[in-house]
Nanobody, 127 residues
Framework: QVLLVESGGGLVQAGGSLRLSCAAS????????MGWFRQAPGKEREFVAAISRNGYRIYYADSVKGRFTISRDNAKNTVYLQMNSLKLEDTANYYCAAAFALGGSYYTSRDVDYNYWGQGTQVTVSS
């Protein structure tokens, strides 16, 4: 059984930082590209960041570029999302996802390409 378990969410003031973690089990982590998505109340799920299975290729949504950093530790089967300079509009439930990748440099921003999803962790940014 594949499990993706997010942690690290919470309440933070605007301008603050949070670090999300996503621990994976039940799959060959190093064979999967990983992504972070978010969904705010009343809005569709949107792409945040993605990282290739080898960690060499990274892609961000324009809305978080320069503020968020995605990284992974294949030895720990964990992907991270460091979020700095948080804004009110970053408030959402954040999900990690895994996409099987044939190539080491593969990554994707399309949610339909992801095979497995976590349950999410809530991030609330207050003024």
């Amino acid at each position: 059984q594949v499990l993706l378990v997010e942690s690290g969410g919470g309440l933070v003031q605007a301008g603050g930082s949070l670090r999300l973690s996503c621990a994976a089990s039940g799959l060959t982590f190093s064979s999967h590209a990983m992504g972070w998505f978010r969904q705010a109340p009343g809005k569709e799920r949107e792409f945040v960041a993605a990282i290739s299975r080898n960690g060499y290729r990274i892609y961000y949504a324009d809305s978080v570029k320069g503020r968020f950093t995605i990284s992974r530790d294949n030895a720990k089967n964990t992907v991270y999302l460091q979020m700095n300079s948080l804004k009110l509009e970053d408030t959402a439930n954040y999900y990690c996802a895994a996409a099987f990748a044939l190539g080491g440099s593969y990554y994707t921003s399309r949610d339909v390409d992801y095979n497995y999803w976590g349950q999410g962790t809530q991030v609330t940014v207050s003024s």
